[in-house]
Structures are given as structure tokens and as C-alpha cells.
């Protein structure tokens, strides 16, 4: 494989990351979280987020999504997600089997919902018979590489607190769009009124850890028991903590995200020309989706690593992560410019 595209998942650790796991790596520390890295990084977190934000570790994206929704709904309430949403399409199910949470999904053009695409699904209101809204969950960035401008997130915040509704959102990539909008994390998810987020950092570069952060000072007293019982109550918790405290530090996240959207905003910017290649969303964060001419993306896959995101239509995948390089995205770049001329003079 000359160079992967699959996945920010599939990008190594951070040395930085792997160096603060080391660090942590001194003689016994009280476990479950009672020890002074995660005192430490809760701290820090609370100084990016404000005062109120209460964040808890976890080992996985699926299970701040889950645990947090868990926290926001009763139990006869329902979730309004994109039908794109990584809740709907790649949680095998979790939100439904661990937690009875219904997902109330909406066709959501380039992964993004708006008050309008959420209105649809607020019906049925005070019917004992329907699952009633409780939340609504937007991806930042999303699962297909589109932003929310931190307006357009105030305006879904406002929409779901007056109709009674909470606002998550899955920030497996908040870096990515904080990166993106050049802002601080609060700025879209504190500022605009967020009352939950998964604020992700594996896919920023961590080994594994990612965290809920509960923006609702009542909301807090349930995590703890919500998280043990949802088996995601690390025993060495220390070393979860010790790597978000190295991504936290002098906003090292941004600079590992901030590279990842510019090999993305590369990538695109040398293929959106080139005929027989549609670039299909917005390229805002650090992905990038096309249609290719047929066989040409099969053909690609033998070399390089990415995947095909949409089997039906034929949309690829394309995804950078902190560790690409400028030499390897021209060289998939022009990969792609001889495969699509390929198919030209064929
Ligand atoms: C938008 C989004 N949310 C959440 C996750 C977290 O998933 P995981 O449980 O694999 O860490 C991912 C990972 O692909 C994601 O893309």
C-alpha cells in the first residue's frame, strides 16, 4: 500500500500522545479515575469548555455517544439524527440494543440537519403513543466532512430547548472543525448551547479516549453510574487522561487537525478539476468524497488505501489524519489524474 486514505483511525498515535502514556507510567496511582492526571485534564477541560462543563472519560466514540444520549433522554424518548449520522449507520445498533434509544432520522443533505429537517420530526407531541423527541444529535464535523458554522448550531440549540429538547453533539472530529473554523472548542459547543458532547480523541491521535462532556450542571450527578453501568468506567484511567492532557497542551490538537483538513483541502484541490471526478460535499474538515468513472476507484484500491463509502453510487472515501504527507497526497493525487485519463483514452 503506497499511502492510506481509509481512516483518521488509521493513523498511529501522536508522539507526543505516546510520550505523556509514559510519563503516566510511574509506580501505582489510584484507579478509577481518583487520580491526579485525571484531576488534572477534568481541569483543563473545564478551563477550554467553562466552568460548568463536566467531562468524563471513555475508551470509545459508540459509547460517549451512547452514554451521553443516556443522559439526555428518558426512557420514552427518541434522538433526531441524520440518516448519515454515525449513531444510525455505524453503532451496530448500540443506541437502540444498550440503551432503548429510538433514533429519529432525517435525510439530511450533506450530513447536515437544520431546524427545518429537525421540525419533521416533532410531531406526535404529548401522544402517548409515538416516541417523543428528547434530543437532537448533530456530527461536528460531519460524517461527511461538512461543518456547522457555530450559528447554524445555536439555531438547533435554541430549536430543541424550546421544544423541551436537549442538543448533543458527536464531536468524534471536534478538533477537525474547531481546527477548521479556527475558533476555540467552546465556541461550538458551550457558546451555542450544546448540553452534551463527545469530544473525540482518537481520531485526533490518540491511542484510545474519548470524553462526554456535560454542559447541564443537573445532568451530572447520573454519568458516574451511567458510565459503570455502560462498562466504560476505565480501572487505569490515568493513562485516558494522560493522553487528552498531551492533546490539550498548547492546543496540540489543533495542530494535528489543523494539518489533517490541509492535505484534505490538497487532495481535493488538485482532483476537483479533473474531468470524470465529482467531488460530492464541501471539503471543510479532512475528508474528501468523490465519484469516480467505473473501475477506476477498483483499480486505485490496489495501491492505495480508502474506501468505497457508498457501494451503491460509487462514492469513495478519501480521509487524512495528522500524519499525511504533502508528498504522498500529490502522489494519490496525480494516481488519480492517470487512472480517470485512463479510462478516457481506454
Ligand atoms: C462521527 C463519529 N462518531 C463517533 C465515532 C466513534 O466511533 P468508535 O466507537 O469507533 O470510537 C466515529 C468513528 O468512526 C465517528 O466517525
Redesign the pocket.
Known sequence: MRAHFN?D?YAPVLPEVMAAIAAANQGHAPAYGADAVTARVEARMRAELGEHAHPFLVL??????VVALRALLRPWQGVVCAES???NV??GGAPETMAGIKLLTVPAPHGKLTPELVATRLVRIGDEHAVQPGAVSV?QST?LGTLYAPQELAALAEQAHANGMALHV?G??LANAAAALDVPLRAITTDVGADAV?F?G??AGLMLG?AIVLLREEMAPALPYLRKQSMQLASKMRYVAAQFEALLEDELWRRAAGHANAMAARLAAAVVDLDGVTVTHAVQANAVFAVLPPGVAERLQRDWGFYTWDERTGEVRWMCSHDTRAEDVDAFAAAIAAAVAGTRSA
Open positions: 481512516s483511525n470509545n466514540g459508540t459509547a460517549a455517544n449520522a454515525h449513531l455505524d453503532e456530527t460524517e458527536d468524534a472530529r463527545s473525540g482518537t481520531k474519548e
